[in-house]
């Protein structure tokens, strides 16, 4: 949610408080703001004119004090907008709800996340991406404005300090930075500020109250999909079921005589209805009468793409690591262990279906949606209108759930083609039906591996290989380099923090036939933590040894590792009593610059159904900097995960997804959710990222759990697939 | 021409007697506060109250909700026990993306309004028809839990 600028702040004075955020979006006699706020220059320097402080892209201060974040991360549910706002705020020395939020442009250039290099909310980077550069734009601000006021009382500015949204002199007079800001702005910017050292924290790593929540309770919030424009139109659409399948015809008497259903746009391979609201479009479009060219793919399915991975994986792939010598070290082993590990295709499922709404016309393009890569939004709409980039307009809403889906524009590019055809602002809804069956799916992948125990039981070699579709080569091709995806291994080469003497991984990129993979919480660390602690598990279980006191032994240089490992153990009451049929697994991870340990107790009943009861969670991710926020994210990511590791699996057949809805495509709900428990640990270290750490590491701690109550290893996801009823 | 009360308001509506609630009134009346997740009454996004009782307006034709009350998350807060909800959803820190967050209110409001000390099962069989891919479900528990108890 955005702060609106201009003519509508009066109206939010009236109503409702500065703090409460505003969507860009159309409110009653409102219209669109965005371009407005933006067309003011953002260089290096500070900004004369206007009486407008702006000392870098990030922070506006302006004469009545009003304080705004130039927002460059979207607000999905991960709490990015409280988070980056306390960093500012921290620097700046101004209450957190002093600061009002605007949504960045789309700019690559200046709003690049960091750690990925564009503008992109995603990979848990928003805190760790932004925890310097946002810092730094709020101490600048503060050293600016200090100086500012010591030169009007012709003090030095060392001997000032700024409090509160003032700055103080010596003697005890106060100027408050709205009164500064004419002569602040006049200051050249200094390129190197102090910031504050940790112990004078005073917002970071103290509890905030979410600022998006109270218009979350009540109905106000926007998403993407709440957008409304004056004359829009409300269109749904079917793309062709089979993946790569194309239009061929389409019969449409019936859908045009529906009353209010205005128009039928064919797309190569999509076909939409437009109508007067979502429900003539949804008629609409199942009174068509449709025929597909199902074009290549028209006899995939998921054996044919795990045949084809099987074999892929055969051979040779790219390097990711190499400790020592495999090749020779495992002809030694006094014993040997080989096992193949399956995670199935999954889909996002957000609770916001995909939507876009749009309006093209002549010189221009608007987008309305909630997107979690805003300069790719434009680039894909400048393609498919022909017009260049700087006429199109991306107003960025709420996101009604990402997990990585928002990450691709695939749903823009479509609404966009649709919208070029219809006259005035359209808004596209896909179904859920079309969501599930359309989505970019979490990669298939088939791990195979060997390891080899000396006589003492200790781990000697190991060897890992990944297979499966490589998201990094279609979705950042540079990142891409000599056959290795380090997406596809993270979690399982550089991260993997077991000292093993010889250790070998190496990937084998094996694309599925149609369908497009693509991030899903948690990316390959979600696929690797699952498959190595299962298979350290098995070798724990090989050697029979304790699953923390096998893993503990090979730990001795990882001590974040090993505290997280501890203090779950201890707080679970690793090696207690537990009633029949209820096992404990455990799990370690170091993902997105978070260490995690979890411990699962899970049951599993006489007819075979699966119960995760209850989750015990450590967590070091250095710095905190909103601590109910990260244990808000463990949480949900740990139920995330759940419902993936116990039925989450995306099925093909003929071509097409198998699965529709929320009842074949099952997702936990309350009755189904354990108790969980975080543990944070406190530091100094280089904060790490949260949106997603939680989800990595909970299936296998759930599988081990199976196994140390069952003895029986799962190796192939999810459970549903091997266990009784569901 | 169906009139719905809504809120309080009268609407007179030039809308097909099946079109669902959901869609009146997030596409004609403008109160998008109520969320389309599914369109089959599996995720409870859409829950809305009818007379007071919690319905799912996606497969609710208007024509069945003609002379009836409807509440939407809009006006909620204007019950004593939507008030509470949402005051203990704002003390715990329930919500993350928000968008489920409207129909769990709206079960959670109609769960007190019938039972005003519910207990965790009873949490539990009023809430399972709401999905929530964040995974509020523990605070959810918690808020209700606490509204309870509020005076």
């Known amino acids: 949610m955005l702060h609106r600028c201009s003519d509508d702040d009066k109206e939010d004075q009236k109503g409702l408080s500065r703090r409460t955020f505003l969507i860009t979006g159309v409110a009653a006699g409102g219209g669109l703001m965005l371009g407005v706020c933006f067309t003011r220059s953002r260089g290096a320097k500070a900004q004369t004119g206007e009486e407008t402080f702006e000392p870098n892209a990030f922070v506006r201060i302006q004469p009545d004090g009003s304080i705004t974040l130039v927002m460059p991360q979207v607000e999905m549910g991960q709490g990015t907008y409280t988070s980056m706002s306390m960093l500012i705020a921290e620097e700046l020395e101004v209450e957190l709800d002093e600061v009002g939020l605007e949504a960045a442009p789309p700019n690559d250039k200046l ?22 550069p946002l810092r730094r734009a709020g101490a600048t601000a503060r050293v600016m404005l200090i100086e500012a006021a010591a030169s009007q009382w012709q003090v030095e500015p060392a001997a000032c300090r700024a409090e509160k949204g003032e700055v103080v002199s010596p003697a005890g007079e106060r100027l408050s930075y709205g009164a500064l800001v004419g002569a602040a702005a006049k200051l050249s910017v200094p390129q190197n500020v102090t910031l504050k050292s940790p112990k004078d924290f005073t917002l970071i790593g103290t509890p ?6 109270p218009e979350k309770v009540d109905g106000k919030a926007k998403f993407g999909i709440d957008a409304m424009i004056p004359g829009m139109t409300f269109a749904t659409v079917s793309a062709c079921p089979v993946f790569g399948g194309k239009l061929k015809s389409v019969d449409d008497s019936k859908a045009m005589a529906l009353k209010g259903v205005r128009q039928v746009v064919r797309l190569d391979d999509a076909v939409a209805v437009v109508g007067d609201h979502m429900w003539t479009a949804m008629q609409g479009l199942s009174a068509l009468d449709i025929e597909w060219d199902k074009g290549p793919n028209a006899d995939v399915t998921t054996e044919s793409i795990v045949q084809q991975m099987a074999r892929a994986s055969e051979k040779e792939g790219a390097l990711a690591r190499s400790d020592g010598d ?12 080989d096992a193949v590990y399956e995670m199935p295709f999954l889909a996002h499922a957000a609770m916001e279906p995909m939507n876009c709404t749009v309006n093209v016309t002549k010189d221009s393009c608007d987008i309305w949606v909630g997107i979690q890569v805003a300069t790719r939004a434009q680039t894909t709409a400048a393609e498919v209108t022909g017009l260049p980039p700087e006429k199109i307009r991306v107003h960025n809403y709420l996101l009604g759930g990402g997990f990585g889906r928002r990450l691709d524009v695939d749903g823009i590019t479509q609404a966009v083609a649709i919208a070029k055809q219809v006259d005035g602002p359209v808004k596209v809804v896909w179904s859920r039906e079309e969501d599930i069956q359309h989505d970019v799916y979490r990669p298939y992948y088939y791990d195979r591996f060997t390891a080899g125990l000396d006589a003492q039981n200790q781990l000697v070699a190991y060897h890992h290989r990944v297979t499966g579709s490589s998201i990094l080569a279609r979705w950042a091709p540079p990142a891409f380099v000599k056959g290795l995806d380090e997406d596809a291994v993270n979690g399982a080469a550089k991260e993997f923090p077991y000292a093993i003497p010889n250790i070998l991984v190496d990937y084998v990129r094996d694309e599925p036939p149609g369908l497009t993979t693509g991030w899903w919480r948690g990316v390959g660390p979600t696929h690797n933590i699952f498959v190595v602690e299962s298979f350290i598990d098995e070798l724990a279980a090989a050697t029979k040894t304790d699953p923390v006191a096998f893993r503990r032994s090979m730990l001795a240089e990882q001590p974040r590792v090993l505290g997280v490992l501890d203090l779950a153990a201890e707080k679970a009451g690793w090696g207690s009593p537990l009633p029949d049929g209820v096992g ?9 610059g978070t260490y995690i340990s979890q411990i699962a107790e899970v049951e599993v009943t006489k007819d075979g159904e699966v ?5 015990v969670c450590a967590v070091d991710c250095g710095q905190i900097v909103n601590p109910d926020t990260i244990v808000a994210q463990i949480e949900g990511g740990i139920i995330f995960g759940i419902s993936a590791v116990l039925w989450g699996e995306i099925t093909i057949e003929g071509g097409r997804v198998e699965q529709t809805n929320f009842n074949d495509y099952r997702v936990l709900r309350i009755n189904e959710t354990p108790t969980i428990e975080v543990y944070l640990v406190k530091n100094e270290e280089a904060p790490g990222g949260i949106g997603e750490p939680g989800t990595v590491g909970i299936a296998p701690a759930v599988t081990n759990a199976i196994f140390a109550t069952t003895g029986r290893r799962i190796r192939k996801l999810p459970i549903k697939s091997q266990f009784g009823p569901e | 021409m169906p009139t719905l009360t809504i809120n309080g308001q009268e609407h007179e509506l030039d809308v097909p007697d099946d079109m669902p609630l959901l869609w009146v009134l997030r596409d004609v009346v403008r109160l998008t506060g109520t969320k389309f997740g599914c369109g089959v009454a599996l995720c409870g996004a859409c829950t809305v109250h009818v007379d007071g009782r919690p319905i799912r307006s996606c497969i609710a034709p208007v024509s069945s909700v003609v002379g009836k009350k409807i509440t939407t998350v809009e006006a909620i807060g204007d019950t004593p026990s939507g008030e ?14 928000g968008y489920c967050q409207s129909g769990q209110i709206m079960s959670a409001a109609a769960l007190l309004e019938s039972n005003p000390s519910p207990t965790d099962s009873e949490i539990d069989a009023a809430m399972s028809g709401n999905i929530c891919r964040c995974g509020t479900y523990p605070r959810i528990r918690a808020a209700i839990k606490q509204a309870s108890q509020s005076g």
Do not use: H
Not at chain 2, 84 to 97: N, P
């Open chain 1, 111 to 132: 709003y690049k996340n960091p750690l990925i290099g564009f503008q992109v909310t995603g990979g848990s980077t928003s805190v760790p991406g932004f925890w310097e």
């Open chain 1, 326 to 337: 495999f090749a020779k070290a495992i002809p030694n082993a006094a014993k040997k262990i």
């Open chain 1, 584 to 592: 404990r697994g455990v799990s370690v991870q170091f993902a997105m």
């Open chain 2, 84 to 97: 509470k909800i949402q005051r203990a959803w704002l003390d715990i820190e329930v919500v993350q993306c």
């Open chain 1, 208 to 213: 905030a109250k979410r600022l998006d929540t």
């Open chain 1, 611 to 615: 119960k995760v009861r209850r989750v």
